[in-house]
């Protein structure tokens, strides 16, 4: 650890990027560079492979490979510069910008830039820097994440979208041929999707709008189902008081049956409550996630998410449930008692089939 920290990081800063390096390759001339700075300056050559410090020239132009020895060396520099500390007072980047990859080791700014063929991001002071040496690079918006933007097969930026096999492509890439696959800018594809999931959030907006509305109707006609049933249970009671002792029995066996309904019925009706909370919950969850995707910027964020989106909507407003007492509690026995007591009324019946409650009137 001691001879890491006498080391100075300006030894292990690459010359065209100027940040620490990332996969270090060293070439005949013996200068390392990173390997996709590199890779990126020959490419942007043409033909000359011409070493960007003492200006050597190469031919034929020589295999670009990792150095083992100095990459290990550089990942222990930085792992001996982090456990003592040394980065104290570091500026912090807001979450969801990018840090500037050459203010590794002095502390992490806001990147104004991404250079495609640096495959690295700048801040304003090392953009003047790049710009000044490599002036045909190609730099556009601040990118997280540049590795997995860029085409496996040919290392650019990924900028097309096939809409007919779902995947990302980059400006050379040839396999999705026109007509057979339908191919546009991954802008174009990112405003599409983002006008389905607005259309897509405004229909669970309304459905769940309905949902509400839905299940302050049932909670009323509940109310109104639960009171008539106890008004016919008060009138019973009212009712035997004047009876014999045979119409008190009948009356009793009237009231287990009646309660024994009514729990019943608030049974139903709270496991109906809860499927209406349960579809407003999920309604809401799913508004909230669509609002989420529809305000990104991040055309790779949300096209990447997307296929793992529920394609259709939650259930929302379901089918009406009933809840039902026959119309005659008493059964035989009412029928039997009839043929004494002539004026002893019947019960009516509850429902909230249709959220209607003809309750009988007494």
Not at 22 to 43: M, R, V, Y
Not at 123 to 141: D, G, I, P
Not at 180 to 208: D, G, P, Y
Request: a positive charge; glycine letters at 6%; one cysteine or more.
């Amino acid at each position: 650890m001691a001879s890491y920290s006498a080391m100075s990081e300006d030894q292990f800063l690459c010359s065209v990027c100027l940040g620490v390096f990332t996969n270090p390759a060293t070439i005949p001339c013996g200068h390392s560079f990173c390997k996709p700075c590199l890779e990126g300056d020959w490419n942007s050559s043409g033909d000359h492979a011409v070493c960007p410090v003492c200006n050597t020239r190469f031919t034929p132009t020589p295999t670009i490979q990792v150095n083992i020895v100095l990459r290990d060396l550089v990942e222990s520099f930085k792992g001996a510069r982090g456990s003592c500390g040394v980065a104290v007072d570091r500026p912090t980047v807001a979450p969801g910008e990018v840090s500037c990859d050459a203010c590794l080791g002095y502390g992490m700014t806001k990147a104004v830039k991404t250079c495609l063929v640096c495959m690295s991001s700048y801040c304003l002071q090392h953009e003047m820097v790049h710009n000044a040496r490599f002036s045909r690079h190609q730099l556009v918006r601040p990118l997280a994440n540049l590795e997995e933007r860029m085409c496996l097969n040919h290392e650019r930026l990924l900028e097309r979208y096939c809409r007919t096999d779902k995947t990302m492509l980059c400006g050379v890439c040839d396999t999705h041929p026109e007509p057979a696959h339908q191919v546009v800018s991954m802008q174009v594809e990112f405003l599409a999707q983002k006008a389905q999931l607005t259309e897509a959030q405004t229909r669970i907006k309304e459905k769940l709008k309905a949902t509400w509305k839905e299940a302050e109707r049932f909670k009323s006609s509940f109310h109104r189902c639960k009171d008539a049933a106890e008004s016919q249970i008060q009138f019973v009671n009212g009712f035997r008081l004047a009876l014999v002792s045979k119409v008190g029995l009948i009356c009793d066996r009237y009231n287990i049956e009646a309660r024994r309904r009514v729990d019943e019925m608030k049974s139903t009706a709270s496991c109906r409550s809860r499927v209406l909370e349960d579809d407003m919950t999920a309604l809401t969850s799913r508004g909230a996630e669509l609002e989420r995707l529809i305000g990104t910027s991040d055309s790779f964020a949300l096209l990447n998410i997307l296929p793992s989106l529920p394609s259709g909507l939650p259930d929302g407003v379901r089918g009406q449930c009933s809840i039902n007492i026959p119309p005659d509690l008493l059964g035989n026995l009412l029928k039997t008692l009839m043929k004494d007591i002539a004026k002893l009324p019947k019960m009516g019946y509850l429902t909230t089939n249709g959220y209607a409650v003809p309750a009988s009137r007494f």
